[in-house]
């Protein structure tokens, strides 16, 4: 008797969970404010950051911290609510990073 239905895999293997790609950059941090899409709401977006994962929201959450508002990460790009870039750009220099403002 021939086989008609397996639960084994087959020829279909499972696929490998990836790393969250990081984002080519040119050395420098971008932070730069946004309203678009936010119902007029300013966020800051800090992008350009050569970290992936849990290392990515441990900073966010410090820099939430810092600032005393809320924010989120989101596709490798923190937002921080309100404007507060200064001291953004404060904190991230002082843990060594190359900052640059981008925007208006």
Do not use: N, W
Not at 12 to 22: D, L
Not at 29 to 42: D, L, N, Q
Not at 50 to 56: F, K
């Amino acid at each position: 008797m021939s086989l008609v239905y397996s639960t084994d895999g087959g020829r279909i293997k499972p696929e490998k969970e990836q790393e969250e790609a990081q984002t080519f950059s040119d050395g420098f941090v971008r932070i730069r404010r946004e309203t678009a899409g936010r119902k007029g709401k300013g966020v800051i977006t800090v992008a350009g950051l050569p970290l992936v994962g849990d290392e990515l929201k441990k900073l966010a959450q410090v820099l939430k911290k810092k600032c005393g508002t809320g924010g989120s990460v989101k596709d490798g790009i923190i937002e921080i609510q309100g404007d507060k870039r200064d001291v953004i750009k404060a904190e991230l220099e002082k843990q060594g990073y190359k900052v640059k403002l981008a925007g208006g």
